[in-house]
Every structure is written in C-alpha cells, then in structure tokens.
C-alpha cells in the first residue's frame, strides 16, 4: 500500500542530529549524523532488517546535512565501453540524459559511485569514495570550498554539469543559492558562484527538476524550499550557462497553522515533489511540479528532515526523523527521479504521469484525516 509509514531503525538508532537522507544504486538508504557528537558520520542502513553501520567519518568538527550521488559528467559515459542501442539512446537524449553510448547497467551503475556530502560546519562539499570494500574506511576529500554560511543541501543538474547548494543563515533570516561546475580534469567542482539571493529568506531542501521539453516541459528547473517563511521557489535554468530566470512561487504556506520549517525535498518520475515538513510540521507534502498539493502523509514525528527514494524499485521513501532519531519509510507510486537515472531510465516518464489517478492520492488524504482526528481526541 502507498503513504502508509513505519519506522525502518530503532529508536535511538542516530541522534537528533539524523539528517542527509541518500540512496545508492543498489537502492540501500543512508544518513548523516551529526548531533552531540564531535564530528558527524555516515551510516548505511540495512533496507531489511534496519541494522545500522557507520561508514565514513567526517573530518574532525564537521556537521552534515545533505548528501547526493554525483550525476555522472556527460564526457564519463563515453568512457565506458558498452553496448550500442540507437533507440534506447535517442529516448535516454529526449530526456536529458546524454551517454554517448548505452551501457550495460553494471557499467553505468559504477559511475554513481562518488557521494557528494555537505560539511555545513566546515563550509566545503566532501566527495566520498563508496567503493572502497571496507567497512567504516570509506575515504573522502574536499571537492568545492567557498564562503558559505553553511552549506545546506544540494542539487545537481541530470548532465552532470552543475551543482546547486542552499545556504541558509538561519540567525539572520537569509540565505543564498550558489552553483559550481565540474572539471573532470581536476576531479573537483570549480567557479563557484552566488546565483540568487534576493528576497531569498532560509534557503533549505533542493531539487532539480528534469522535465523535457520535448514532453511539454520547461527542461531543468530548480526548487528550494524557505523553511522559516514556508514556501516554495522555482527557476528555469539555462542548460547551457547554469543561469537561473527570475524566480517564481511554486507553493506559499505562510499562513498554515500550526508553524513547521520546509525542510529537504526529492522528487519522482510522476511529476510529484515530495517535501519535508519539520519543526512541528511532521508530514511529507506531496506536491505537483505546477504547485498543486496532492497529498499530506504522516512522518511518525514531528521532526521529519529530509528524504531519499530507494529500495528494489525505487519507490520506497526513506525519510530521516529528527523525533526518536531513526528512519521512518513508505511506498510511493512511482520511483526517484535521480534513482531513475542511476538505472538509465528517463527521470520523467509519461506513463506514470499518466496513471497518477485521483484515487491513490484521496487514499492518502483520507489517512491522514483518520489520524489528526485521533490527535486531536
């Protein structure tokens, strides 16, 4: 059944601090963790059993917040030997995915090996190496340094090309969204640069969004939820130099009552944004690419701060709880845009668009209208 959550980890299984929810292309979650401790680690969590194992160590007094697999650079695919497939290539072009050859999966799989992390108190973007066979020996380095109040979260466009970070400064009210490019050459992301920042208040949770152009979409678009003022934003970018459009209000939920903070968002192949609602919110909102609420699901807490797509298909929610400290999880209909591309298939898919049926969605709605009546009886 889709929305319907459970814990995946025990209580107390992280500390409050549980944050930077990311999954590998094997579709097995982890988190960051980064609370009483003196630097913060990475943990791998058994999608089965729930089991718990600390996997990399972040420098001494690091904090992290958001994780992300690196898009592989276009120039990386072809790198590769693999199998040609003219057809399977043009639709992998139609969607913004560029291989200049079609890979086996486990040839393309590999290049979704380096996990970019954020170190918001050492203000740099860590690379870890996941490929290394040995437990708790994972070994990271420093790919993006700049003058950050943070970072916070982040994002990256499907070609590889262009990171997005939210920086927010939380004691000011303020925040920014800056952008790098990857250099392959150098292995690290270069020309870092602040590219909104007016009018932005607590700049949180990212996401890129891939929608073609061929399918009657606005290409890649960027979405960073505020968490103090509730809303959400949106700008088109350019696919060429990484710019941004004049930013536009995808959803406004100032007024909601009770308060809560938009927190780290992800989103699916359906045309749905799942976001985290944190600080007293306690839900995940599921919103449509044009900003229309379709769904309120409960997070087991009050404290939900953010969230990754996994599991065998892709369609399991792994949602990072600050309240008990533990990963909570459910089902969605339709699999994680970025787990999508990890398998060499188009981030936006018509047909699950398609099938998106008022049904699945007033199921939900239902659920948590059974469940604030039990509250507030």
């Given at each position: 059944?889709?929305?319907?959550p459970?814990?995946?980890?025990?209580?107390?299984s992280?500390?409050s601090?549980?944050?930077?929810?990311?999954?590998?292309?094997?579709?097995?979650?982890?988190?960051?963790?980064?609370?009483?401790?003196?630097?913060?680690?990475?943990?791998?969590?058994?999608?089965?059993?729930?089991?718990v194992?600390?996997v990399?160590?972040?420098?001494?007094?690091?904090g992290c917040?958001?994780?992300?697999?690196?898009?592989?650079f276009?120039?990386e695919?072809?790198?590769?030997?693999?199998?040609?497939?003219k057809g399977?290539?043009?639709?992998?072009?139609?969607?913004?995915?560029?291989?200049?050859?079609?890979?086996?999966?486990?040839?393309?799989m590999?290049?979704w090996?380096?996990?970019?992390?954020?170190?918001y108190?050492?203000?740099t973007?860590?690379?870890?190496?996941?490929?290394?066979?040995?437990?708790?020996?994972?070994?990271?380095?420093?790919?993006?340094?700049?003058?950050?109040?943070?970072?916070?979260?982040?994002?990256?466009?499907?070609?590889g090309?262009?990171?997005?970070?939210?920086?927010?400064?939380?004691?000011?009210?303020?925040?920014?969204?800056?952008?790098?490019?990857w250099?392959?050459r150098?292995?690290?992301?270069m020309?870092?640069?602040?590219?909104?920042?007016?009018?932005?208040?607590t700049?949180n949770?990212?996401?890129?969004?891939?929608?073609?152009?061929s399918?009657?979409?606005?290409?890649?678009?960027?979405?960073?939820?505020?968490s103090?003022a509730?809303?959400?934003r949106?700008?088109?970018?350019?696919?060429?130099?990484?710019d941004?459009?004049?930013?536009q209000?995808?959803?406004?939920?100032s007024?909601?009552?009770?308060p809560?903070d938009?927190?780290?968002?992800?989103a699916?192949?359906?045309?749905?944004?799942y976001?985290?609602?944190?600080?007293?919110g306690?839900?995940?909102l599921a919103?449509?690419?044009?900003?229309?609420?379709?769904?309120?699901?409960?997070?087991?807490?009050?404290?939900p701060?953010?969230?990754?797509?996994?599991?065998?298909?892709?369609?399991?929610?792994?949602?990072?709880q600050?309240?008990?400290?533990r990963?909570v999880?459910?089902?969605?209909?339709?699999?994680?845009?970025s787990?999508?591309?990890?398998h060499?298939?188009?981030?936006?898919?018509?047909?699950?668009?398609?099938?998106r049926?008022q049904?699945?969605w007033?199921?939900?709605?239902?659920?948590?209208?059974?469940?604030?009546?039990?509250?507030?009886?």
């Open positions: 059944m889709f929305f319907v459970s814990y995946l980890t025990a209580e107390g992280f500390t601090g549980i944050e930077g929810a990311v999954v590998d292309s094997n579709g097995i979650p982890y988190a960051c963790d980064s609370s009483t401790m003196e630097s913060a680690n990475l943990a791998r969590i058994d999608p089965v059993s729930g089991a194992e600390v990399f160590e972040f420098p001494p007094g690091g917040v958001g994780g992300r697999f690196r898009e592989p276009e120039g695919y072809a790198g590769l030997k693999g199998e040609r497939s399977k290539r043009n639709l992998l072009l139609m969607n913004n995915i560029a291989p200049a050859l079609v890979l086996k999966a486990s040839h393309a590999s290049l090996s380096d996990l970019l992390l954020t170190d108190k050492h203000h973007l860590i690379s870890v190496d996941t490929t290394s066979p040995a437990s708790g020996a994972w070994s990271g380095k420093t790919v993006l340094q700049g003058a950050f109040t943070q970072p916070n979260d982040l994002a990256m466009t499907p070609n090309r262009f990171v997005f970070l939210s920086d927010p400064d939380f004691l000011a009210s303020r925040g920014r969204i800056w952008r790098a490019e250099d392959p150098s292995g690290a992301f020309n870092l640069q602040v590219v909104a920042e007016e009018g932005l208040t700049a949770g990212i996401e890129v969004i891939d929608h073609p152009r399918q009657g979409g606005n290409g890649w678009t960027l979405v960073a939820s505020e103090k509730q809303l959400i949106r700008w088109t970018i350019d696919e060429v130099s990484g941004l459009s004049t930013p209000v995808l959803l406004n939920m007024t909601a009552i009770p809560f938009f927190d780290g968002m992800r699916t192949t359906d045309g749905v944004l976001v985290t609602m944190n600080a007293g306690g839900r995940v919103v449509t690419y044009a900003g229309s609420i379709l769904c309120e699901i409960d997070a087991l807490g009050l404290g701060s953010n969230i990754a797509f996994g599991g065998n298909d892709g369609r399991t929610a792994f949602v990072t600050v309240k008990g400290g990963m999880q459910f089902r969605v209909p339709a699999e994680g845009s787990f999508a591309r990890m060499q298939r188009p981030s936006w898919n018509q047909e699950t668009l398609a099938s049926g049904r699945k007033m199921d939900c709605r239902t659920k948590v209208d059974q469940i604030y009546s039990k509250q507030v009886a």
